[in-house]
T-cell receptor
Framework: AQKVTQAQTEISVVEKEDVTLDCVYE???????LFWYKQPPSGELVFLIR??????QNEISGRYSWNFQKSTSSFNFTITASQVVDSAVYFC?????????????FGKGTLLTVNP | GAVVSQHPSWVICKSGTSVKIECRSL??????MFWYRQFPKQSLMLMAT?????????EQGVEKDKFLINHASLTLSTLTVTSAHPEDSSFYIC??????????????FGPGTRLTVL
C-alpha cells in the first residue's frame, strides 16, 4: 500500500521568510510519480510539479524548489522569500505507473500561512 | 497546463433529491477521470476511477448506487449523488488524466463543486 506523510499540519511564517514543507512517502513500487499541489482558499487544486522516481535531480522554478531524496523517501518543497499569495494548503501526492496504479494517494496537507 | 472544468461550482439541494456534477476536460481527451471527496480541512479521498466507455471502479467503502458515475465521452464524466442526505454535503473534485505520452502524464483537477444538502 502507498502512504504519504506530511507531518507539518500548519506552518506560519512572515513574508520574505523561506519555508520548507516536508513530505515522506512509502511505496513498494520501484517506479512511481511524486507530485505537489497547491490548494488556495478558492478550493481549486493547482498542479505544481511531478517528479519521476528515476529522476533524482532537484528542480527549481522561480521561488519554488524541490528536493527529492530517494534514499530517505522524501520529496520536500521549499518556497524562497515567501509571499502572502503563497498562503494555501499544499498537498504532496504519490502514484504508481500504469493502469490502476495511477491512482493518486494524497498526504493530509500542510496549511501554510504567510503573514505580511 | 491542461484545463478541467466542473459544473456547477456549488449547489444547495433538499434532502432526498439527486444532484448531477459534470467534469469536462477542455483542451485534451481524458480516457481516465477521477472523483474525489474532500471534507473541511481534510485531504482528498478518492471515490472512484472513471474510464471512458466502461464501468467506474469504486474505492472500498464508496456506495456504487449512491454515487453514480458515467464517462460517456473522452471529455466528459458525470457524478450523480442520488437521494442526497446532509452527510453527503462535501466538496467534490474531479481530475482528468492528461496522457499523451510521457512526460505529460499528469492529473489536472477541476475547481470543485461544493454540495450542501439541507
Amino acid at each position: 500500500a502507498q502512504k504519504v506523510t506530511q507531518a507539518q499540519t500548519e506552518i506560519s511564517v512572515v513574508e520574505k521568510e523561506d519555508v520548507t514543507l516536508d513530505c515522506v512517502y512509502e511505496t513498494r513500487d520501484t517506479t512511481y510519480y511524486l507530485f505537489w499541489y497547491k490548494q488556495p482558499p478558492s478550493g481549486e487544486l493547482v498542479f505544481l510539479i511531478r517528479r519521476n522516481s528515476f529522476d533524482e535531480q532537484n528542480e527549481i522554478s522561480g521561488r519554488y524548489s524541490w528536493n527529492f531524496q530517494k534514499s530517505t523517501s522524501s520529496f520536500n518543497f521549499t518556497i524562497t522569500a515567501s509571499q502572502v499569495v503563497d498562503s494555501a494548503v499544499y498537498f504532496c501526492a504519490l502514484s504508481g505507473l500504469g493502469g490502476s496504479n495511477y491512482k493518486l494517494t494524497f498526504g493530509k496537507g500542510t496549511l501554510l500561512t504567510v503573514n505580511p | 497546463g491542461a484545463v478541467v472544468s466542473q459544473h456547477p461550482s456549488w449547489v444547495i439541494c433538499k434532502s432526498g433529491t439527486s444532484v448531477k456534477i459534470e467534469c469536462r476536460s477542455l483542451d485534451f481527451q481524458a480516457t481516465t477521470m477521477f472523483w474525489y471527496r474532500q471534507f473541511p480541512k481534510q485531504s482528498l479521498m478518492l471515490m472512484a476511477t472513471s474510464n471512458e466507455g466502461s464501468k467506474a471502479t469504486y474505492e472500498q467503502g464508496v456506495e456504487k448506487d449512491k454515487f453514480l458515475i458515467n464517462h460517456a465521452s473522452l471529455t466528459l464524466s458525470t457524478l450523480t449523488v442520488t437521494s442526497a442526505h446532509p452527510e453527503d454535503s462535501s466538496f467534490y473534485i474531479c481530475s482528468a488524466r492528461d496522457y499523451r505520452g510521457r512526460p505529460t502524464d499528469t492529473q489536472y483537477f477541476g475547481p470543485g463543486t461544493r454540495l450542501t444538502v439541507l
